[in-house]
């Protein structure tokens, strides 16, 4: 069976990524792809780098062109996919969220870290966190994944041995990441510029960023009671990538660090455990849907330090996505994503 699929939200870069990939997917047809800005334009028009790739429309997103479909992927600003899940889902349709709406828990916390109430409360219980190498059961038989954020799942991917092992204090958990511009999606936005983000480097969210509640939801789960993190952000003037730097505090003594990374990565197809003494470069990832991985420590005395490199819009965000809907749908969980970082 092939899967019909559709992607509201097409034409922002994490919508634009899952056209790319998922068009030579070998068990997907995208049949609907929406866009209120272009619709009635083809699609290969917005994005030329399509051509004999894409053949469809856009078209307005509404719910009789999304409902008769096996899935739905949401690449749109938080606060949409909630107004119109419901409706797919009662209609039969899995939905694949790449936005914030259904990640944290409680209808509270993300009311508060995104400025509006949450319009679907009653569906957070059902939806599941798309990080495979976490919830990989879970996803199977999901009819609801929210896809996680790019900053988030460097972090978690990074922090998730030490933690699962109980190594490390969790109340002293420290993360400086930094992203590349496309992580703020495509619009017209004057700190966006490249002629404003080209040749500087800066923090931002030092006070909070909505990405941390997030991450520290996820790293609780993964520690089994509350963490404690500092969480900086940074924008780097580069396209895509992100890499997090993560320090964590040994309580006990560990044999090898190295060991314990290989042994908890060894069967996942999208994390890459660099050998001893390597700095991952995101250059290395962009395209792809690979995490790659060094481990350091410990160092001045029980601190280990650990480099995570992911793309933003690949294994952050559109890859993310396939990865899970394959493991919903019962394909190889591979399939389609086995393309190499493009280099340079």
């Not at 334009?41 to 994005?47: A, F, L, N």
């Not at 993964?222 to 964590?248: C, D, E, K, N, Q």
Request: charge should be negative; hydrophobic fraction near 45%.
């Amino acid at each position: 069976m092939r899967i019909k699929a559709g992607i509201v939200g097409g034409s922002g870069y994490t919508g634009v990524e899952l056209l790319r990939l998922l068009a030579h997917h070998p068990d997907v047809d995208v049949v609907v792809a929406t866009s209120r800005a272009d619709a009635g334009k083809r699609v290969d028009e917005t994005y030329p780098s399509l051509r004999e790739h894409v053949d469809l429309l856009w078209v307005a997103p509404e719910l009789s062109a999304l409902s008769d479909l096996d899935l739905v992927f949401f690449a749109t600003p938080h606060g949409v996919a909630m107004q119109m899940a419901e409706a797919l889902l009662a209609a039969g349709v899995r939905l694949i969220d790449l936005s914030a709406d259904f990640r944290l828990a409680d209808p509270e916390v993300w009311a508060h870290w995104y400025g509006h109430p949450h319009t679907a409360p009653q569906l957070l219980a059902d939806a599941v966190y798309g990080l495979p190498e976490v919830n990989r059961e879970r996803i199977r038989t999901a009819r609801l994944i929210a896809c996680p954020g790019c900053y988030p799942t460097a972090v978690q991917l990074g922090f998730l041995p030490l933690l699962e092992a109980a190594l490390v204090d969790t109340g002293r958990l420290i993360a400086d990441v930094k992203s590349g511009v496309s992580g703020a999606g495509r619009k017209a936005e004057i700190s966006m510029l490249m002629s404003e983000t080209g040749e500087g480097f800066k923090a931002y969210g030092v006070a909070g960023h909505r990405h941390w509640p997030e991450i520290t939801q996820g790293l609780a789960a993964m520690a089994g009671g509350p963490v404690g993190l500092s969480f900086v952000p940074h924008l780097l003037p580069m396209i895509r990538g992100i890499h997090a730097t993560l320090y964590a505090e040994l309580t006990q003594s560990v044999s090898s660090l190295q060991t314990l990374y290989e042994q908890r990565y060894q069967h996942e197809p999208f994390v890459d455990v660099l050998p001893p003494g390597s700095h991952p470069d995101t250059r290395n990832v962009r395209g792809s849907n690979r995490c790659q991985i060094a481990v350091h420590g410990p160092l001045h005395g029980h601190r280990v330090v650990v480099l995570a490199v992911i793309d933003n819009l690949t294994k952050g965000a559109a890859g993310q996505a396939i990865q899970a809907m394959n493991l919903m749908f019962n394909l190889p969980e591979s399939s389609g994503l086995e393309a190499a970082g493009l280099y340079p």
